[in-house]
């Protein structure tokens, strides 16, 4: 099945600094990447959409230049938290989606998450 | 109100029991409907897509698909503790990317 793997599982870091999560696909190539916040016992909310070689879209109320994505190649997306906030801490889950076929087109395959913890 | 609900539980059943998980939604646009389930601290596995209304096996489970009555559900046959985990549903629509997500039924099995 479709992998994707997501580093680190879970950061702590002091508040103001930047925090780097990466995202890849494994065993196949995403056309599309997603970044997901969730806070305990709520659902997933969706934060950007991030396409290879072009700028990420950014949700309503999701602050681009704080949350910053690049997608560089089909198999890898990052997500940076730049300067860091205790309300910043959250689980961040990332997905890919790949590129064949007419029902897979649709499925997102996730990563394990990272809790990231600001102090 | 939202586009998908579904009753966040917690839903607490013997181990061997059937469990029905349950979502309904507004938007007849949806498709395309998947079952994911999510361990604590971790992130959510696809157990189940479906397209078309009707049914779909994979092992114990089985997905049922009313579009007519914009209703979707999960059964789990033979439950067991290792099952417990939270179960959310998600749905897309032909012509987007975004997955719509339930808000998720945490479900216990107790051995």
């Known amino acids: 099945g479709a992998v994707v793997s997501q580093h680190p599982s879970w950061v702590i870091c002091k508040s103001g600094t930047s925090v780097k999560i990466e995202c890849r696909s494994l065993d196949f190539q995403a056309t599309t990447m997603f970044w997901y916040r969730q806070f305990p016992k709520q659902s997933l909310m969706l934060m950007a959409t991030s396409n290879e070689g072009s700028k990420a879209t950014y949700e309503q109320g999701v602050e681009k230049d704080k949350f910053l994505i690049n997608h560089a190649s089909l198999t890898l997306s990052t997500l940076t938290v730049t300067s860091a906030h205790p309300e910043d801490s959250s689980f961040y889950i990332c997905?890919?989606?790949?590129?064949?076929?007419?029902?897979?087109?649709?499925?997102?395959?996730f990563g394990a998450g990272t809790r990231l913890s600001v102090l | 109100q939202k586009e998908v609900e579904q009753d966040p539980g917690p839903l607490s059943v013997p181990e061997g029991a059937i469990v029905s998980l349950n979502c309904t939604y507004s938007?007849?646009?949806?498709?395309?409907f998947m079952w994911y389930r999510q361990y604590s601290r971790k992130g959510p596995e696809l157990l189940m897509y479906t397209y078309s209304s009707g049914n779909k096996e994979d092992g114990r489970f089985t997905a049922q698909v009313d579009k007519s009555s914009k209703y979707i559900s999960l059964f789990i046959r033979d439950s067991q503790p290792s099952d417990s985990a939270t179960y959310l549903c998600?749905?897309?629509?032909?012509?987007?990317?975004?997955?719509?997500f339930g808000s998720g039924t945490r479900l216990l099995v107790r051995p």
């Open positions: 997905s890919a989606r790949g590129l064949a076929g007419d029902l897979a087109k649709n499925i997102q395959y």
């Open positions: 998600a749905m897309i629509m032909d012509s987007s990317y975004k997955l719509i």
């Open positions: 938007n007849s646009a949806f498709q395309y």
